[in-house]
Nanobody, 120 residues
Framework: QVQLVESGGGLVQPGGSLRLSCAAS????????MGWYRQAAGEQRELVAR???????KYADSMKDRFTISRDNAKNTVSLQMNSLKPEDTAVYYC??????????????WGQGTQVTVSS
């Protein structure tokens, strides 16, 4: 199995910043894409950002000028730097990874989620 563990969530004032991190561990041969989704209360889960093993990135339009995703392939980690946070960014943020495990199976894995609350 593969586990993803997020950290870095919390309470921040509007305009502030947070950095989320996610570490993957377990029976990992390689990780293709890694990224972040978020889900606000009562709403659909949506893509925040993703990054491939080659460093190509994709962001949701509402976040592309404020958030930056990065990864360390050697450490199997991905981070999300969030700046200029707005109350509408309040959500549970989930890390995901598309993983080829050591049995050569490719699957998507998800972290447990970390709460980000933007409020004055």
């Amino acid at each position: 199995q593969v586990q993803l563990v997020e950290s870095g969530g919390g309470l921040v004032q509007p305009g502030g910043s947070l950095r989320l991190s996610c570490a993957a561990s377990g029976s990992i041969l390689s990780i293709n894409a890694m990224g972040w989704y978020r889900q606000a209360a009562g709403e659909q889960r949506e893509l925040v950002a993703r990054i491939t093993s080659g460093g190509n990135t994709k962001y949701a339009d509402s976040m592309k000028d404020r958030f930056t995703i990065s990864r360390d392939n050697a450490k199997n980690t991905v981070s999300l730097q969030m700046n200029s946070l707005k109350p509408e960014d309040t959500a549970v943020y989930y890390c995901y990874a598309n993983v080829k495990d050591r049995a050569l199976r490719t699957s998507n894995y998800w972290g447990q989620g970390t709460q980000v609350t933007v409020s004055s």
